[in-house]
């Protein structure tokens, strides 16, 4: 059995976020979708505006039948090591430096590292904003 592994913060839930869990199952055979722990958010963007806690993410995920499995993370570089998979589908704005290094560790580890595409015309922080103008 193949396993992908995909990972986000998956806030504001939107079209762009199911898309990626389609396009990473069809990579292999079960999704492993990790969710960032909502304290790890706010210790690296203390303003950020988190809308649900980690547990609710974890609920919206867990729904999705696309979706075989939902783990909590921290660090994507730490977690990874952690984790039984075989491809680490990485959405195309996932490129911080914990993301360098996780994609580095699954090369030298013979993980497959797949790029996937954003959605077009869908975005968490447009969404964001737009709700910000809705006040």
């Known amino acids: 059995m193949k396993k992908v592994i995909t990972v986000g913060v998956f806030d504001y839930f939107h079209l762009g976020h199911l898309r990626l869990f389609e396009n990473a199952k069809r990579l292999g055979d079960y999704l492993i979708v990790a969710v960032q722990d909502g304290n790890c958010i706010l210790k690296t963007k203390p303003d950020a505006k988190v809308l649900y806690t980690t547990q609710q993410r974890i609920d919206l995920v867990k729904a999705l039948r696309v ?10 570089d730490r977690t990874l090591p952690e984790v039984d998979f075989d491809v680490f589908a990485v959405g195309a ?38 709700l910000e103008t809705l006040k």
Request: charged share 25%; glycine share 6%; proline share 6%.
């Open 93 to 130: 704005d996932q490129t911080h430096p914990g993301f360098q290094r996780a994609v580095k560790w699954c090369l030298e580890n013979g993980k497959e590292v797949v790029r996937l595409p954003r959605t077009p015309g869908i975005c968490s922080s447009a969404i964001k904003s737009s």
């Open 67 to 76: 979706v075989d499995e939902v783990i909590v993370y921290e660090d994507v």
